[in-house]
């Protein structure tokens, strides 16, 4: 469903994605982990065209994104993508920040628009926290608002860059539960993380990254017992 092939990516002389091809299965979820810089979130940002690859093709739901430019906003609109930094809107309560899109782009009625958004806010625990301003909700909270903004256009595959690398322990702990809640509940989850034992929790497959290329795609519990590069073994015994 979502396929990248051959993909390179370079900014200027850099190159930061080496001839990369992984085909994510439906409903499955993906832990990528690696060094920083290894090239994680330019990975995932080119599964939606943030980034745009130098070479090769990024293909969802069998459309090919570069070829079919007119067709990325109705694929953008099925995959959710949810970063470090939250990005909400800051002039918008909780409940307008996951009204927007469903508005704007799924043309729902304001009436309806609320009665979803509602619906997705509670489901990771903020229904008392609809008239909220972002400076008013804690980090986990605002977190959690980021992730029933996208469930809430109701994506097939959802895309988590670091999403708790900018919270406190316990934060982390509130929206990593609200993640897990998400697993194999119709929706591919790919997600960046350095949270390993959460990725050991929570995926079927780790996608183990170095310098611009992926060196494995291993179910997880093998991966922890026998990853299969030599690279991947001194990470995790650097992790222990
Ligand atoms: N917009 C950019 N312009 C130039 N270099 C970039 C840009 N984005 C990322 N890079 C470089 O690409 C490499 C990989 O970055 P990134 O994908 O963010 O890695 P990771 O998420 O694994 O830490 C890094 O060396 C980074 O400095
Ligand atoms: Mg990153």
């Known amino acids: ?20 091809s992984i085909e994510f299965e439906p409903e499955k979820t993906y832990a990528i982990i690696g060094s920083s810089g290894a090239g994680k979130s330019t990975l995932l940002r080119c599964i939606n065209l943030l980034e745009i690859p130098t070479t090769g093709s990024v293909i969802v739901d069998d459309i ?19 970063f470090q930094n939250f990005n909400l809107f800051a002039h918008m309560t909780a ?22 958004a509602i619906k997705y ?9 609809l008239n909220n301003y972002p400076h008013q909700l804690s980090g986990g909270e605002k977190q959690r608002v980021a992730i029933a903004r996208a469930l809430a256009m109701k994506p097939i595959a959802m895309l988590f860059d670091e999403p708790t690398s900018a919270l406190d322990p316990e934060m982390t702990q509130e929206v990593l539960k609200v993640i897990k809640k998400l697993n194999h509940i119709g929706m591919t989850n790919i997600i960046v993380t350095h949270e390993i034992k959460f ?3 929570v995926a079927d497959y780790i996608i183990f ?6 060196l494995e795609v291993t179910p997880t519990q093998l991966f922890f017992s026998q990853p299969k590069s030599q690279r991947a073994a001194e990470f995790l015994f650097n992790m222990i």
């Open 209 to 214: 990254m170095d310098n611009a290329e992926i």
């Open 95 to 116: 409940l307008h920040n996951v009204m927007f899109a469903l508005i704007k782009v799924k043309k729902l009625s304001n009436e309806e628009a609320q009665i979803q």
């Open 1 to 20: 469903m979502i396929k990248l092939i051959h993909v390179s990516k370079k900014f200027k002389e850099t190159v930061v994605l080496k001839n990369v």
């Open 199 to 201: 990725a050991q929790e």
């Open 64 to 82: 090919d994104l570069i070829k079919d430019k007119a067709k990325l906003s109705t694929v953008r609109e099925k995959i959710g993508m949810v």
């Open 121 to 129: 806010l509670t489901e990771v625990g903020l229904q008392n926290r």
